[in-house]
């Protein structure tokens, strides 16, 4: 937000005297009368406390996550901001979509509960008014709720790309960043005192179905570098059923049993509608999701296809077809998709037991991975997959760091709060030793892997007391040269599986310290 410069110190005057050339043999310039030792930007973040860390022994990971880090830090303010140089106004997507990861790097209670109090302050009542492009009052709608929180800066002109102001990913923040807060912190305070704004807000959706069953005015995939490829009807919709499914949630939570019904039945309107006009075969008979905006041809995207996937819309017969579809479309160009379908991509590719394809495209050379953009010397993630984006500092991408926790860590909360978790770690190519912690709602939660001397052949548990097991005497000895460290905090239970490190090892955890050590 501001920049310091240190050592400015007067000039040699020999050195500039009548003109003659600079100590580097370039031309001196008239008036040149300091030398410019150090220059240095600082930026302010939120107070919000670190709760995660990562570390391996592979330094492209580390070098990738203290990229997505330095993005985060430098966004979260008194508002989560979209890049702290340009625009520096609280778009709100990016609060629900990177609310994961967000929330095992960083404790955001404070500052989400702050967050949800701007966009609900700002949710339009029937009688709000924007000054229209024609100088006359233009009334949105009751329940209307702005993509920016607070609302100091109004993008109301449509454009080509579509609506900038009227955007069902960024108005869904007050849903689904409510989901996301009760999921990490075990918190229903969101949900309930925003039950209210969140009908309201579905009520405004209604009103904008196309004849055809779609949300389809905002713009879709957003930061897309495929032309033609923000998908706007299927991404939209796609976030419609979600928020429905997710109100659905809420009113079953909150005992509301009329409401609940209410919204499963207009989920399933929805979800039978975009699959009896989206969902189709190949030229080869497998089934994939089209995009409404080609309809004279057979368009498919990564986001097309990933959030119905992720969002449970896909028939479970239709799963595998388009699960290997995004597959196909991931493998020869790597991560060609916007800041909306990006997160369901990652999920997608977890939730199929596709880790690796993450790990391997996000490890790339080209301009369509996260290695690349530390290849080329940026300190934070750029807006665009792209060399030199408008904005070297933009967090939209950073739905990645998520992975590290809930990927190689393998660190999943199976109830709210992490009051149950799933501890299942992974190491992708390269890694051998990794250590990860979260401090979850009940305490932190730390695992430690080392694998430096393992045979890679069949390792098995052996039923005792582990050499060096912990202070409380829990673990086991294991074949094949692997080391396993787990702390489960008070208040968490939690199921360890390694068998994705080639161990049989499958054991219910309770507080305590565990090691699990080679004979």
């Not at 830090?73 to 990016?94: F, G, M, R, Y």
Request: glycine letters at 10%.
């Amino acid at each position: 937000r501001y920049v310091l410069v240190k050592g400015a110190a007067p000039a040699d005057e020999a050195a500039f005297a009548d003109g003659a050339d600079t100590a580097d043999g370039g031309p001196a310039e008239e008036g040149s009368g300091t030398t410019l030792l150090a220059l240095r930007g600082y930026y302010i973040v939120s107070d919000s406390p670190v709760t995660g860390s990562f570390w391996c022994d592979d330094r492209r990971y580390n070098q990738v996550y203290d990229l997505i880090a330095e993005a985060m830090d430098s966004n979260l303010k008194s508002v989560h901001t979209d890049c702290p140089t340009i625009e520096k106004t609280a778009w709100l997507e990016e609060s629900h979509l990177l609310a994961p990861s967000l929330m095992f790097y960083r404790d955001v209670r404070d500052l989400w509960r702050k967050i949800f109090c701007d966009a609900a302050t700002d949710q339009y009542s029937a009688d709000t008014a924007e000054n229209g492009l024609d100088g006359k009052p233009f009334f949105r709608g009751a329940g209307f709720l702005p993509p920016i929180a607070p609302s100091y800066g109004k993008f109301i002109a449509d454009t080509p790309l579509g609506n900038f102001w009227d955007l069902i990913a960024w108005g869904s923040f007050l849903i689904l960043g409510a989901k996301w807060f009760y999921e990490y912190y075990g918190d229903l305070s969101m949900i309930r005192n925003y039950y209210g704004a969140n009908c309201a807000y579905m009520d405004y959706l209604g009103t904008k179905i196309t004849e055809d069953g779609f949300i389809a005015h905002g713009l879709g995939d957003w930061g897309n570098p495929q032309a033609g490829a923000q998908a706007t009807a299927n991404v939209e919709t796609a976030f419609y059923y979600k928020d429905l499914v997710t109100m659905a949630e809420f009113a079953g939570l909150l005992g509301k049993q009329e409401d609940e019904k209410r919204f499963k039945d207009l989920a399933e309107e929805v979800r039978g509608n975009y699959n009896e006009k989206l969902l189709v075969k190949d030229p080869a008979g497998r089934w994939c999701y089209r995009a409404w905006d080609h309809r004279e041809e057979l368009f498919c995207t990564q986001a097309c296809q990933a959030l119905p996937l992720h969002f449970g819309m896909v028939p479970e017969d239709k799963k595998k077809d388009v699960t290997d579809t995004l597959l196909e479309l991931l493998e020869p160009s790597g991560f060609v998709s916007g800041e909306i379908g990006f997160p369901a991509i990652l999920q997608c590719l977890q939730e199929s037991g596709h880790q690796d394809l993450i790990w391997k495209l996000a490890m790339r050379e080209d301009t369509f991975s996260f290695y690349h953009f530390v290849q080329t010397g940026e300190t934070a993630l750029g807006e665009y997959w792209e060399d030199n984006p408008r904005s070297h500092n933009h967090d939209m991408m950073g739905s990645l760091m998520e992975c590290y926790y809930t990927g190689i860590a393998g660190i999943r909360g199976l109830e709210p709060g992490f009051a149950r978790a799933e501890i299942r770690p992974y190491l992708p190519n390269g890694i051998k030793r990794m250590k990860c912690s979260y401090g979850s709602a009940q305490g932190v939660v730390a695992l430690e892997v080392d694998t430096a001397g393992a045979d890679g052949a069949g390792a098995k548990t052996d039923t005792g007391k582990a050499d060096g097991a912990g202070a409380d005497g829990r673990g086991g000895t294991v074949a094949g040269g692997v080391t396993v460290s787990v702390v489960i905090p008070a208040g968490m239970e939690a199921e360890l599986d390694l068998t994705a490190l080639g161990l049989d090892v499958r054991e219910h955890l309770i507080p305590g310290r565990y090691r699990f050590a080679p004979r």
